[in-house]
């Protein structure tokens, strides 16, 4: 008896995926942090590599909203998504009135393995040490 085919999507499916993160960038720009950590499983690891920061677990939520006290205009606009076999990589646009009051803008992309349709990870890639000035 030939192997039984592999599962095509062990976490979810890719149309799934597409609209879990959806609802997530939406809740990302509406910097509500609850609704963020809803769609993260049990230690979920947060990693900016651009910035140097790591936490996982219960460090996530409070780490999310010294981001939103920082920037408190912070949105992002989604320009790529593709998602396959319990992966998601999502490139974006990010805009935001840095320190000085001058209005900003970068280029990122997030990774997010799933597994039983929760974010087990957001590795962060981004340009915000190098962000376009928008309004000079």
């Known amino acids: 008896m030939p192997d ?8 979810a499916c890719d149309a799934e995926l597409e609209q879990t993160i959806a609802r997530y960038n939406d809740a990302w720009n509406a910097h509500d942090v ?17 910035a140097g920061d790591r936490v996982e677990g219960a460090d996530v939520g409070p ?7 920082r920037t408190p205009d912070l949105a992002f606009t989604g320009r790529r ?12 646009t990010a805009r935001a009135t840095d ?3 001058r209005r900003i803008e970068w280029d990122g992309i997030d990774v997010f393995p799933f597994e039983n ?4 990870r957001k590795d962060v890639y981004s340009s915000s ?8």
């Open 4 to 11: 039984a085919a592999p599962e095509r999507c062990p976490g």
């Open 34 to 50: 609850d609704a963020i950590l809803a769609f993260h499983g049990p230690g979920m690891v947060f990693e900016n590599h651009t």
């Open 63 to 69: 780490h999310i909203a010294r981001i939103f006290d």
């Open 81 to 92: 998504l593709y998602a396959r076999d319990g992966l998601v990589v999502s490139e974006w």
């Open 99 to 101: 320190g000085s009051g």
């Open 117 to 120: 349709g929760l974010i087990l």
């Open 129 to 136: 040490h190098h962000p376009r000035v928008l309004d000079e």
